[in-house]
């Protein structure tokens, strides 16, 4: 990183903000970039963002491997279904449905959904429709995968048409908002986007030097606070101001951990907002609530906060690959029906995985 800040052509300030490029290894902003022939269109021509969202989501399905193994954990939990199921008899419906509802209780799917999906395999088994285990447990994933793609279908990124593209990432403290972010970046700039970071995160001292790394790492540019106790808005605004006139794809705007229930700092993203969408009316394109998989069930109460606020428009749940708790990503969408877009299943910069539904479930009844 010292390198990096020490460098003068590195960087150059407008008013109280730091612009800096990428070292020298990565092209200065003023060169052209040449990308993979698929995304010779600029993102203010029809299809960039609808094609970028899309690809993203069609590489996923190349990375079930990675899916899978996230998801062990909450595999291990339900795996007991297997055995409830493998000797059922209509004579023991009402005990091995009383185990499964625990099952599914353990790996926080929550009452109401639980008690919803039992009930519904109940009356499927009494009224003749499913007579074996295999059937039962089919009709069980069915349930899972129409919870989550009747409310929450729009898993794609949803980046409109008009350069540059703005994603805010929000979330509470240690969630992991600024790493989300540079694994979103990776992964953007892997498909031939140019992105440029702003570091938001104005309160946490060490944030900015965190998204500095992302960006060296990744290849991208940055707009950091210049002084300390900057207003985020202010920079989240120079930020997009500079990605419009620039020609950047997508601007990616950290913003500073907070807890939903601090009334003041929550009222801050508001600022945040409104001074992106004076720059680019319509921005931010996507707000990215980050969560926290390990807390499961207790990450409800901040979602309905943040939405309430600011609206978000999709869900990043992170360390899931830690948790047992899988079934909070179902109880999620059905509570707040905010579609969940990426899933965190490890450490590495590749292991932030777009959300695809089918998967998921495979995943976690295998």
């Known amino acids: 990183m010292a390198s990096l800040l020490s460098t003068p052509s590195s960087k150059a300030v407008i008013g109280t903000v730091l612009f800096k490029h990428p070292p020298t290894r990565f092209p200065p902003v003023s060169t052209t970039i040449s990308f993979p022939s698929r995304f010779k269109c600029s993102a203010g021509q029809t299809g960039?963002?609808?094609?970028?969202?899309?690809?993203?989501?069609?590489?996923?399905?190349?990375?079930?491997?990675?899916?899978?193994?996230g998801f062990s954990k909450t595999r291990e939990n339900l795996a007991v279904i297997d055995e409830l199921l493998l000797y059922w008899n209509?004579?023991?419906?009402?005990?091995?449905?009383?185990?499964l509802e625990e099952a599914l209780l353990v790996s926080d799917f929550g009452p109401k959904i639980t008690i919803k999906i039992v009930e519904s395999l109940r009356d499927d088994i009494y009224g003749g429709k499913l007579k074996s285990g295999s059937e039962i447990k089919d009709a069980l994933k069915r349930s899972v995968l129409d919870l989550l793609t009747k409310k929450g279908?729009?898993?794609?990124?949803?980046?409109g048409f008009r350069k540059p593209a703005v994603i805010m990432i929000v979330g509470v403290n240690g969630g992991g908002k600024t790493t989300s972010l540079g694994k979103l970046a990776h992964r953007l700039k892997k498909e031939g986007a140019k992105i440029l970071m702003a570091a938001g995160d104005t309160f946490r001292a060490a944030a900015s030097d965190q998204l500095e790394i992302w960006a060296e790492r990744t290849g991208s540019d940055i707009v950091v606070a210049e002084k300390e106790k900057a207003k985020a808005s202010s920079v989240l605004s120079q930020a997009v101001k500079r990605g419009k006139e620039q020609g950047f794809d997508v601007v990616l705007c950290d913003t500073s951990g907070r807890l939903h229930t601090n009334y003041s700092l929550m009222e801050e993203l508001v600022a945040c907002k409104k001074a992106v969408s004076k720059v680019v009316p319509g921005a931010p394109n996507e707000i990215l609530l980050v969560l926290d998989g390990t807390t499961g069930l207790n990450m409800l109460p901040q979602a309905r906060e943040f939405n309430d606020v600011v609206g978000i428009t999709g869900l990043i749940l992170t360390k899931l690959d830690g948790s047992a708790r899988g079934g909070c990503v179902v109880s999620v969408v059905d509570e707040l029906s905010i579609p969940v877009k990426f899933v965190g299943v490890g450490e590495g910069v590749e292991d932030l995985q777009a959300f695809n539904a089918e998967e998921f479930v495979n995943a976690i009844f295998s």
């Not at 960039?48 to 193994?69: H, Q, Y």
């Not at 209509?90 to 185990?99: F, K, M, W």
């Open 48 to 69: 960039f963002f609808t094609r970028l969202g899309r690809l993203i989501k069609e590489k996923a399905k190349n990375d079930v491997e990675k899916i899978f193994s």
């Open 153 to 159: 279908n729009k898993t794609e990124l949803q980046l």
């Open 90 to 99: 209509l004579a023991d419906t009402d005990r091995v449905l009383d185990d």
